[in-house]
């Protein structure tokens, strides 16, 4: 043995056992895809110029450019804490209370007796209990999404072990809605297919179809019996209205003939955000039915996460079933709606008025937080580097990152990279 | 024909069928010895003084919002969680090479490790052994996951004891490079842990056959009443060398149960691992989850970076294990004290939550429908569940039993 190999033995028994094994566990662990939006977030931090804008935010934000908690959440809040409540375990699909107020929500009145609900890690968590049920027992794992949609769709549905492809949805030519590609694209799938749609406020477009189109879309995915898995993360917040915000979703639900699914969100509408706060359910056919979904559903829970949180259920249960919170929480959510349509406004009024030959139109037509500009990457990173405002590259601005101190910057910024 | 006439009924869950059964049982003299959560001794939940604090803290914070963690989770919780587990001055800390990304619990904490082992794993089709008997979800969660998943003798079920050679036996016989998963203290279960003996033991079998150790940390400051003492296994192991992943939880230690409060740690070899392996566990979070829920996080947060209201948490986690230790003895002196055929030495001492009473499933029948004691089948009784009212209703009830099989 060399003096070398010695040497190295000698001192690999200094450092312990395992330090015999030169390759890590990870050592083939390749780094993952970087985050886009986290990407604008931190550039944006590190500018320090004062007209910096950060338009990549996925969360609401007040006119002075500040989170919003809703006074309607704080109050509830104060509610659940004089109560002194424990901190036990939920049950595996969560908190009755706030479980069964949030799928009167979303249905409204009907079928609510055969609806399966079950409370979810929100949005995210949510369409992971779907399609691990759907991976599970639907008989095609493939699921469709619209081109484009929220990015992490693709990831979750993935992991779940489905294939994921895409149905037209977005036409750059108008900004606005490719109904034709759209119905094109659903009627070709095969029978039975499973069918992602967003309920309202398209991420990361803000075109929604109209409801004529809707029922249109319908009468499509009714013909193949195809099945429709809803994503509604925006109720109230995209028109200011609850039940207009469901329409489409009830519609298909009042129909009866395709099967829903539904992920539903409260972490924009109540400004719930990080306490994850949601429900995934399944229309049944009846109550037996429901029953029997449901217990496939905790079958699927369990080893995810055992139990979801309670703080976060507790507030929206209370918002949702106390008859002033509830009234006090719409009228909120209608005024963040509306802050969102009057920076739509402002935004498309001041392009026009610094005399933009282009079409702006889109701008208030699209509904929601975000806004497909259209802009393009490269018109995005020159905003970034000349103008200190961030969006993701895709051009899609939150437009709750505007605000009556920064729409006129932003729209003459907006302007310069795009007159030529 | 509806879509899913085909989704047939699940079986329901175990645990969950018995606390139905318990909670519709108003019999004044009823206990509930499955539930496996702490309670004091009027048998009511126990909700920390500190969480309490911190919580009127949170309350009165101006800045308190509820918006989105990023993806690592609060980063005080993680921080606070990283030095708990390995301590202050562990090397693996200071050489930065333990990523720590916030979990819904334990259970939460378990999946994300399932998915990333699945992915990531040395050989690509290591199995992953669990103890028998162990945890009921840890199966449910590896497979899963698509593992396959494997058992390592662990209980001896005559003397209610580690089988410490059937373990070692079981690891050495194993294939190279397998997960086995380790309870860190506080066995569920059994109440059977290691001593710091047989600890090394293990860890020399497991670096020889180059395993790969995951950590499921559940009840640390709760088995012993002192934390360094609960971590002495994960500490010793990253003391040898090894690259380990382990599941932590606040539910019972700090009492957080419904918050869903949790973290898993990565133990890298080194530092410039840590972006790629963060990453991976990021992405996969993300499609799971997205983020963490913020308010359990908070309290616990709180409590862990403020120096005052973390040694009087030390305290409480103090009194929560001895209170339960208390309920040990008295209920093996009670046994002792009646004759009760048997030896019942391990009642007192086993460790933790739960005790392996070596009741028969018969036994166990018996004790539900005749004496209105409920415990799962396996025998497994929860000691925090037993209290100065009820102690010796319980004694007199399993004597009774025993003595009619």
């Known amino acids: 043995m060399t003096m070398l190999s010695s040497a190295l033995k000698s001192s690999s028994l200094l450092r312990g056992p395992s330090a015999a094994r030169c390759l890590s566990a990870w050592a083939q662990v390749e780094m993952g895809p970087p985050d886009a939006i986290l990407g604008i977030t931190e550039a944006y931090k590190r500018d320090t110029d004062a007209r910096k804008i950060n338009l990549g935010v996925g969360a609401y934000r007040t006119d002075a450019g500040k989170p919003y908690v809703l006074k309607s959440v704080a109050q509830a809040e104060q509610n659940i804490l004089q109560q002194s409540l424990d901190k036990e375990y939920l049950p595996i699909t969560g908190l009755a209370k706030f479980t069964s107020a949030a799928a009167s929500l979303a249905y409204g009145t009907q079928a609510l007796d055969r609806v399966a609900v079950t409370q979810s890690i929100s949005g995210t968590g949510a369409l992971r209990i779907g399609g691990a049920f759907l991976e599970r027992f639907h008989a095609g794992k493939a699921i469709y999404v619209p081109g484009p949609t929220w990015g992490n769709h693709g990831a979750v549905f993935r992991d779940c072990g489905l294939k994921v492809g895409q149905y037209r949805y977005f036409d750059p030519q108008t900004n606005g809605l490719n109904l034709a590609g759209m119905l094109e694209d659903i009627r070709a799938l095969p029978k039975g297919s499973l069918v992602l749609l967003h309920a309202c406020a398209h991420n990361p477009t803000g075109v929604d179809p109209t409801s004529a189109q809707w029922a249109e879309i319908q009468k499509v995915v009714e013909e193949c019996e195809h099945v429709a898995f809803f994503d509604m993360a925006y109720q109230g917040f995209a028109s200011g209205n609850v039940d207009r915000d469901a329409s489409a979703l009830r519609s298909f639900v009042e129909a009866n003939r395709a099967p829903v699914l539904l992920a539903q969100s409260f972490a924009k509408n109540m400004g719930l955000y990080g306490e994850r706060v949601g429900t995934f359910s399944i229309v049944g056919a009846d109550s037996a039915e429901r029953d029997r979904l449901l217990s496939q559903v905790k079958i699927l829970v369990r080893p995810m996460y055992s139990n979801p949180p309670v703080h976060g259920a507790r507030i929206a249960g209370e918002v949702l079933t106390d008859a002033g919170l509830r009234e006090m929480w719409l009228g909120e959510v209608k005024e963040m709606a509306d802050r969102i349509i009057r920076m739509r406004a402002a935004l498309r009024g001041q392009l026009e008025e610094l005399g933009s030959k282009k079409s702006w139109n889109h701008i208030t037509d699209q509904i929601g937080m975000f806004c497909y500009t259209g802009l393009t990457p490269a018109q995005v990173d020159r905003l970034a580097s000349e103008f200190h405002v961030y969006l993701t590259r895709d051009g899609r601005v939150s437009i709750a990152g505007i605000t009556t101190g920064n729409v006129q910057y932003l729209a003459e910024s907006i302007h310069k990279v795009t007159k030529d | ?405």
């Open chain 2, 1 to 405: 024909m509806s879509y899913f006439s085909g989704v047939p009924q699940a079986p329901a869950d175990g645990i969950l069928k018995l606390s139905v059964l318990s909670r519709a049982d108003t019999t004044p003299s009823k206990v509930d010895l499955g539930v496996g959560a702490y309670r004091d001794d009027n048998g009511q939940p126990w909700v920390l003084p500190v969480v309490r604090e911190a919580e009127r803290r949170l309350s009165e914070d101006p800045s308190f919002n509820h918006e989105y963690l990023g993806v690592g989770g609060f980063p005080a919780l993680t921080d606070g969680a990283q030095q708990l587990i390995f301590g202050s001055s562990s090397p693996a800390i200071g050489q930065n090479r333990v990523y720590t990304i916030q979990t819904i619990s334990g259970t939460g904490a378990n999946m994300v490790a399932a998915v990333f082992l699945k992915q990531f794993k040395k050989p690509t089709d290591a199995a992953v052994y669990i103890s028998k008997p162990t945890w009921g979800n840890h199966r449910s969660i590896f497979e899963t996951a698509g593992h396959e998943v494997r058992e390592y003798k662990y209980c001896n079920y005559e003397t209610l004891t580690l089988d410490i050679d059937g373990m070692l036996s079981d690891l050495r016989a194993a294939p190279r490079g397998q997960i086995i998963v380790l309870h860190a203290c506080a066995h569920n279960p059994t109440g059977i842990d290691p001593t710091e003996d047989q600890w090394q033991q293990i860890a020399s079998v497991m670096a020889d056959r180059g395993h790969f150790p995951f950590f499921d940390c559940a009840y640390q400051g709760f088995a012993t009443g002192d934390i360094d003492r609960d971590a002495y296994a994960i500490r010793l192991f990253v003391d040898r060398g090894f690259e380990l992943l382990v599941a932590e939880s606040f539910a019972k230690n700090m009492g957080l149960y419904g918050e869903r409060t949790g973290c898993l740690h990565a133990v890298c070899q080194s530092a410039d691992l840590l972006p790629m392996v963060s990453s991976q566990l990021n992405r996969l979070s993300r499609a799971t989850i997205s983020t963490a829920s913020a308010y359990g996080a908070k309290i616990a947060a709180t409590v862990l970076q403020d120096p005052r209201l973390y040694e009087e948490w030390l305290l409480s986690m103090a009194d929560m294990s001895q209170r339960i230790k208390t309920m040990r003895d008295a209920l093996r002196d009670r046994l002792v004290a009646l004759e009760t055929p048997g030896t019942w030495d391990h009642v007192s001492q086993q460790i933790g939550m739960f005790s392996f009473t070596g009741l028969s499933k018969a036994q166990v029948d018996t004790l539900r429908e005749q004496y209105h004691l409920y415990m799962t089948d396996d025998g497994r009784i929860s000691v925090a569940g037993l209290n100065t009212h009820n102690i010796d209703y319980v004694a007199q009830s399993i004597d009774a039993v025993v003595r009619a099989s």
